[in-house]
């Protein structure tokens, strides 16, 4: 079992940065590649980078691809989303979760989102 928690979402004019964090709680986190995803309103939810369970190989969905960079530190149970040149498109709840792919469905466990939004 992996409990997610997101942090770091807020108000940010376009250009600008954030950095999400997902705090892991559970022995086998260190086991588990992570993803983060998007869901805008109105929208389906959306992949966005995934990471795999060591670190060494990572994921981006084009529209993200040059702007964001998903990191993880094993020993502090944490992964994180670094999102840069914000644009107002980049408006969403932005969800962790555990598992390893692009769908929703190869995911077993999430957090409860935090909001993004992005100022034009």
């Known amino acids: 079992q992996v409990q997610l928690v997101e942090s770091g979402g807020g108000l940010v004019q376009a250009g600008g940065s954030l950095r999400l964090s997902c705090a892991a709680s559970g022995r086998t986190f260190s086991s588990y590649a992570m993803g983060w995803f998007r869901q805008a309103p109105g929208k389906e939810r959306e992949f966005v980078a995934a990471?795999?369970?060591?670190?060494?190989?990572?994921y981006y969905a084009d529209s993200v691809k040059g702007r964001f960079t998903i990191s993880r530190d094993n020993a502090k149970n944490t992964v994180y989303l670094q999102m840069n040149s914000l644009k107002p498109e980049d408006t969403a709840v932005y969800y962790c979760a555990a598992g390893y792919g692009s769908r929703p469905t190869e995911y077993d466990y999430w957090g409860q989102g935090t909001q993004v939004t992005v100022s034009s």
């Open positions: 990471i795999s369970w060591s670190g060494g190989s990572t």
